[in-house]
Structure formats: C-alpha cells, structure tokens
Nanobody, 115 residues
C-alpha cells in the first residue's frame, strides 16, 4: 500500500509563493507519474499538474507559467512550486498516483491566498 503525505500549505498574500511537498511511503517515482489536484470550496476537484516517470511535465492552463512540478526520486518526493499566487488559487491541494489502476490520494494541504 502507498501512502502520500502533503505538506507546505498555508496563508500567503496575493503575488506570494509557496512550495508544496508530497512524500510517498515507498519508492514509486521511478515508474509512476505523479499528479497534483486541487479542490476549492463548493467546487469539484480539478487537475493542476502532472510529472511523468521520465520527468515530462504538463499543466492546467490556469497555472501554466506560475506553477512548477518536480520530483526527487532519492527522497520519494514530488513538489509543486507555486509563484504569483492569486486568490483563485485558494484550495486544498492533493497529490495522487495511480498503481494497478487504483488511485492513491494524500490527505491534502490547505492553501489560502488572501490579503
């Protein structure tokens, strides 16, 4: 079984930055893509970014140019660097991986962008 634990959320002013981390309980990064999603109050969970096992990245249009996803296999960790944050980025952020067709989610970390 895989456990994913997110951290790094918090309260930040518009235009600020945060870096989220997601640590996996066992080594999966060498073969699995990793995803970041977010869910704002009253809204559906939405995809934010993907990093493949080979390091290829893809982003939602709403965060392209502001967010960067990366991974460190030695630390079993995937990161989401978030710059130029906007109030509409406020949400609970989740990391996810898929193993044998099953989605594994972390518990989420709250990001609040407000002055």
């Amino acid at each position: 079984q895989v456990q994913l634990v997110e951290s790094g959320g918090g309260l930040v002013q518009p235009g600020g930055s945060l870096r989220l981390s997601c640590v996996a309980s066992r080594t999966i990064f060498s073969t699995k893509a990793m995803y970041w999603y977010r869910q704002a109050p009253g809204k559906q969970r939405e995809w934010v970014a993907t990093i493949s096992s080979g390091g290829y990245t893809n982003y939602a249009d709403s965060v392209k140019g502001r967010f960067t996803i990366s991974r460190d296999g030695a630390k079993n960790t995937v990161y989401l660097q978030m710059n130029s944050l906007k109030p509409e980025d406020t949400a609970v952020y989740y990391c996810k991986t898929v193993i044998s067709g099953y989605d594994y989610w972390g518990q989420g970390t709250q990001v609040t962008v407000s002055s």
